[in-house]
């Protein structure tokens, strides 16, 4: 009768023990892994964009002793339109990792035939990729589309070699102010709608022709959306439209802090899948950015809007 009640309190005494140790962390869930390829309109030009959630980013150009190219100093590393995605996937509640493939001036063909080791590789479960601002317009505006679609196709393939699972993405640009509104330039004269839609066919063209392309994040459409809902001043060398905010740059060129937020809402809606109008007010990137809680809002829409009808589309 003794043995009995021994193995009876042992087994109630281990059970305490178990229950007093802590029990063991579940290992952290796989990050999804983005690969963002492009040049200075993922970088982003001005402060604070150029420098904002660095430290979230993995700069693949970055090192402190190097150059980064014969066109560049070796500042950064740079956090851009990625490092607001980073932001904002984060508030959304995904879990990803960032890394930058971006060199400011360059192509697609440049990233094929000078960082391939880098997007050739199996770990990207995501890329998204864009050619030079001009580089798919057609010729008579100064594009180059025939390299646009080779080297846009070449990368697919390159990606989905390494990782057949991967999603790719292309992530159609916007209509240059630059280009518009200056004499001589390669669409003076012309309304801003017309750089937009030629940019607009290239981008979806691509992604219609090869059907290796998840979508276009259609951030170039959304800055025009913008403008037609009255959010964005259309020109910002006329002074007349006060009270409008401006997506382009101080170059009339890159994106202002507003274009990039627009752009990473774009991206975050397209890649994700998350309506992007869900994080509110409150949305912490954009009170970073020096964006107002109202704005902040009317840009989320403006994102979620376009990347439907995109989908439409």
């Known amino acids: 009768m003794k043995a ?3 193995v009876c309190l042992s087994l109630a005494g281990l059970g305490a023990t178990l229950l007093s140790q802590p029990l063991a962390a579940a290992p952290p869930a796989k990050p999804t892994v983005i690969l ?12 604070p964009v150029l420098s904002y959630n660095t430290a979230a980013v993995t700069d693949e150009n970055f090192k402190p002793t190097e150059q980064r190219s014969p066109r560049e100093h070796a500042d950064g590393p740079w956090g851009g339109i990625p490092g607001i995605f980073k932001k904002l996937s984060d508030e959304a509640g995904f879990h990803y990792e960032v890394h930058l493939e971006a060199i400011s001036g360059q192509t697609l063909q440049f990233h094929y035939d000078n960082a391939l080791a880098v997007i050739k590789q199996r770990k990207w479960d995501r890329v998204i990729m864009h050619d030079y601002s001009t580089g798919p317009v057609p010729t008579q505006h100064g594009g180059q ?4 679609y080779t080297y846009a196709t070449k990368l697919e393939q390159a990606v989905h070699e390494a990782n057949p699972q991967a999603k790719v993405y292309l992530y159609q640009t916007w209509a240059r102010a ?6 001589g330039k390669g669409y003076s004269g012309l309304p801003l709608d017309s750089m937009t839609t030629d940019l607009h066919r290239a981008y979806y063209k691509e992604a219609a022709q090869d059907r290796g392309f ?12 913008a403008v037609r809902q009255g959010l964005a001043d259309p020109n910002p060398y006329d002074a007349a439209e ?19 937020y627009l752009n990473a809402c774009v991206v975050l809606a397209q890649v994700t899948g998350y309506d992007p109008r869900k994080l509110g007010a409150q949305e912490q990137a954009a009170a970073a950015l020096g964006i107002a809680p109202e704005v902040a809002v009317r840009l ?14």
């Open 214 to 225: 998840a979508g276009v994040a259609p951030a170039g459409d959304a800055w025009l959306r």
């Open 242 to 260: 006060t009270g409008k905010i401006d997506l382009w740059g101080r170059d009339h060129y890159h994106p202002s802090a507003y274009g990039a």
């Open 36 to 47: 963002f390829v492009g040049n200075s309109f993922f970088h982003g030009a001005f402060e």
């Open 178 to 183: 630059d280009q518009t509104y200056p004499a």
């Open 145 to 148: 589309p025939a390299r646009f």
């Open 4 to 6: 009995p009640q021994f």
């Open 300 to 313: 989320q829409k403006i994102a979620f809007e376009q990347v439907k009808a995109g989908r439409r589309g």
